[in-house]
C-alpha cells in the first residue's frame, strides 16, 4: 500500500518517521519531497552525486521509492533506481546524470526528489555501512 498525505503526517507527528528538517508543503499527495544540501553543478553528459537537506529515518515497515522530479526529468536529467530501505536513516545520496551538452545547476533548498513511501511487510531492518551519513561539511 502506497501512503499518502494523511499517513506519512500521522507518522511524522507520532515521531515514528523522521524527516529532519521537515516543510508542509514538501508532504505531497502520495509521497514526500526532497529537497538538495547544497548548490551543485552537474556537468554536461555527467553525473554527479547530491545530498539531500533532509535527514531521513524510515521505520521498519516502509519503504521508500526514489525519483525525481518530473521538473527535472523534463530538463533532461535522469536517476538511477534508487531505493530507501525499512530502518533507513540517515542523508540520502542520489546520483543524478546531466544529459545536457551544458551544465545544469540545482540551488540549495530546491525540491529535485519525490520519494513514494509504502508499507513493506517481513523486511530486514537495513543495517549497512551508509546508514547514518550525513554530508561532509
Known amino acids: 500500500m502506497i501512503l499518502g498525505h494523511h499517513e506519512i503526517k500521522r507518522l511524522i507527528n507520532e515521531r515514528k518517521m523522521i524527516i529532519d528538517p521537515i516543510d508542509d508543503e514538501t508532504i505531497r499527495e502520495a509521497g514526500i519531497d526532497l529537497r538538495m544540501y547544497e548548490d551543485v ?6 553525473p554527479l552525486n547530491a545530498w539531500t537537506l533532509e535527514w531521513i529515518k524510515l521505520p521498519n515497515d516502509v519503504i521508500g521509492f526514489c525519483n525525481l522530479r518530473s521538473t527535472f526529468a523534463r530538463m533532461g536529467l535522469v536517476i ?37 513511501l509504502a508499507e513493506v ?17
Open 41 to 46: 553543478i552537474i556537468p554536461s553528459n555527467s
Open 121 to 137: 511487510k517481513g523486511a530486514i531492518p537495513y543495517e549497512g555501512v551508509y546508514k547514518g551519513q550525513r554530508p561532509p561539511r
Open 80 to 116: 538511477p533506481p534508487t531505493i530507501i530501505d525499512p530502518s533507513f536513516e540517515g542523508h540520502l545520496v542520489i546520483e543524478i546524470f546531466n544529459g545536457n551538452d551544458k551544465p545544469f545547476v540545482i540551488r540549495k533548498g530546491t525540491r529535485f526528489l519525490h520519494v513514494i
